[in-house]
């Protein structure tokens, strides 16, 4: 088993290559999770229209909540400071996957 935390967003046109930069699979976000203790990867999905997807994936919740709880004061000024880049965030949930961690390809 493994985790993920998914979050979707509405970018305008204009923001998508900033976006893509901090929240991309080699963005600023996945390299400021990159050395935390079961940090798997982040993958970024986008559409055509503006929507992306965003999953961080994780060992486990705990990894994830661990992380959360040792990082929050930065985890929460780089949430604000990003905001700038998209126009909606949305909270999808947070899931356990059937596959475990290891399958999958942590970024370089």
Do not use: K, N
Not at 62 to 87: I, N, T, W
């Amino acid at each position: 088993m493994s985790f993920a935390a998914v979050f979707a967003y509405e970018v305008e046109p204009g923001s998508v290559e900033a976006f893509e930069a901090v929240y991309g699979s080699d963005g600023e976000w996945a390299r400021f999770f990159g050395g935390a203790d079961g940090y798997v990867g982040t993958e970024l999905l986008g559409s055509a229209d503006g929507r992306y997807l965003v999953i961080d994936r994780w060992r486990s919740a705990a990894d994830y909540e661990a992380f959360l709880a040792a990082h929050a004061a930065e985890y929460r000024a780089r949430g604000e400071e990003a905001a700038r880049l998209y126009v909606g965030e949305t909270v999808i949930g947070r899931f356990e996957t059937s596959a475990p961690a290891s399958t999958r390809r942590r970024p370089a």
